[in-house]
Nanobody, 123 residues
């Protein structure tokens, strides 16, 4: 499966953005799909994950209550709705996928990665 992330941009503190991760070559029906983010000099950080088959989700503490990960009915897109954005949410956001339904937050278990999309939150 190939992944394409989109939807990043510049937004003010308190604003919202919606990121999308589109699949090609396969659907997401047998995958778990996650979002990670990274800032220069730091390790990639887990943001949110959804297991397509079960619909179960998990979030990092830093985004819980502000971000929502969701599936669409075409089985080819995962969205990340980001609300009440803060300057510390500024990062390059990546979507990733792996087989199976485990909601692991560890990037090393994800085999497929999209290119990043930049999110910048101004103060």
């Amino acid at each position: 499966v190939q992944l394409q992330a989109s939807g990043g941009g510049l937004v003010q503190t308190g604003g919202s953005l919606r990121l999308s991760c589109a699949a090609s070559g396969s659907t997401f029906s047998r995958y778990t799909v996650a979002w990670f983010r990274q800032t220069p000099g730091k390790e990639r950080e887990f943001v949110a994950v959804v297991a397509w088959r079960t619909g179960l989700t998990s979030y990092s503490d830093s985004v819980k209550g502000r971000f929502t990960i969701s599936r669409d009915n075409t089985e080819t897109t995962v969205n990340l709705q980001m609300n009440i954005l803060r300057p510390e949410d500024t990062a390059v956001y990546y979507c990733a996928a792996k087989s199976g339904a485990s909601l692991t937050p560890f990037s090393r278990y994800y085999n497929y990665w999209g290119q990043g999309t930049q999110v910048t939150v101004s103060s």
